[in-house]
């Protein structure tokens, strides 16, 4: 396993935004980051009656396909996303996992009903992924809100939150990431 992140675009995801995910995270945290061949729609995952796609069985598909050579898998697509319980998520992560998926679905103002916005859409896309990957190395939710690992339930969350971790989420990161990348190289 090595200390590299991999970005895989499910169904058509234009490359700028692949692109800015993988610049996102090898600034904030020196990880390399490359980006696989995307993967079909997940045809699989669809629910019908929801029309919608249940994040939980692409997850469960990711962890059979992820590659062995890297220390995360994260996965992005358009679809809309959900777990049963609730009525969407923006993404969903395996908690102290290899595999996460994102969608940028319900992250595009356009959704809202406003204009387009391609810097309020990558802020929440970077947001999203920094809050997957933070899951996927073993945090949990965070109660202060300006956190990128607090719990966003609506789209306002996600806005009013920083794209950085408290103090006390950073320093858990790293810990967990330091964990991670010895375990990678023993």
């Not at 992005?76 to 959900?82: A, E, I, K, S």
């Not at 992250?107 to 859409?121: A, E, K, M, V």
């Amino acid at each position: 396993m090595s200390n590299c992140i991999t970005i895989c675009p499910i169904g058509v995801v234009e490359e700028d935004i692949l692109g800015r995910i993988a610049k996102c995270i090898e600034k904030r945290h020196g990880l390399m980051c490359k980006i696989s061949p995307r993967m079909e729609k997940p045809k699989y995952a669809y629910d019908e009656r929801r029309g919608q796609y249940d994040s939980k069985l692409i997850l469960k598909h990711l962890i059979k396909c992820c590659p062995q050579d890297t220390l995360r898998f994260i996965a992005v697509t358009h679809v809309d996303l959900y777990v049963p319980i609730l009525k969407f998520v923006f993404g969903l992560a395996q908690i102290e996992g290899q595999c996460a998926v994102i969608s940028i679905h319900r992250l595009r103002p356009q959704f809202y009903n406003l204009p387009p916005d391609p810097d309020l859409l990558m802020a929440r896309v970077e947001k999203t992924v920094l809050h997957e990957l933070g899951h996927s190395l073993g945090l949990t939710h965070c109660r202060d809100r300006r956190c990128v690992m607090y719990s966003s339930t609506r789209i306002e969350d996600t806005d009013f939150k920083r794209s950085d971790y408290c103090p006390t989420c950073f320093e858990l990161f790293r810990w967990y990431l330091d964990k991670c990348l010895i375990s990678a190289h023993t």
